[in-house]
């Protein structure tokens, strides 16, 4: 396997981890009517992270990757805001595994901006 392959194997599985992390974070939220809207909204936003990144990986032209990376970046960034929503109002029990998770989405938002904002500069180099 190249390079290339071998990287979009580790992000689907870092995505899919991701996603699975959130799941079993959110149910040991404290029990409120506010982390139980938070959670909902954080896991329909970690699992579609993982779910459109394996999308974009499976795009039929360098546009349908583009499309589908920019719904990853949106998705990835919301999953940072629900998760400081959850520090900030410390719904949390466990404050080590919210950093971690923040931490993880943060770096995740990172890397598929970098890799929206290179496949739209090669696309418009092409043109």
Do not use: H
């Not at 992390?21 to 954080?42: A, M, P, R, W």
């Amino acid at each position: 396997m190249n390079p290339k392959d071998n990287f979009i194997e580790e992000m689907k599985a870092r995505t899919k981890k991701f996603a699975v992390d959130v799941i079993l974070f959110c149910d040991t939220l404290k029990e409120s009517k506010g982390s139980s809207v938070i959670s909902y909204q954080l896991i329909k936003s970690a699992t579609s992270t993982g779910a459109n990144y394996r999308a974009a990986c499976r795009g039929r032209s360098q546009s349908e990757f583009f499309s589908k990376i920019c719904i990853v970046v949106e998705e990835s960034d919301e999953s940072v805001y629900w998760l400081e929503v959850i520090k900030d109002a410390n719904l949390s029990g466990n404050p080590e595994e919210s950093t971690r998770l923040l931490n993880e989405a943060t770096e995740l938002s990172k890397i598929m901006t970098k890799s929206k904002d290179t496949t739209y500069r090669n696309m418009n180099q092409k043109n």
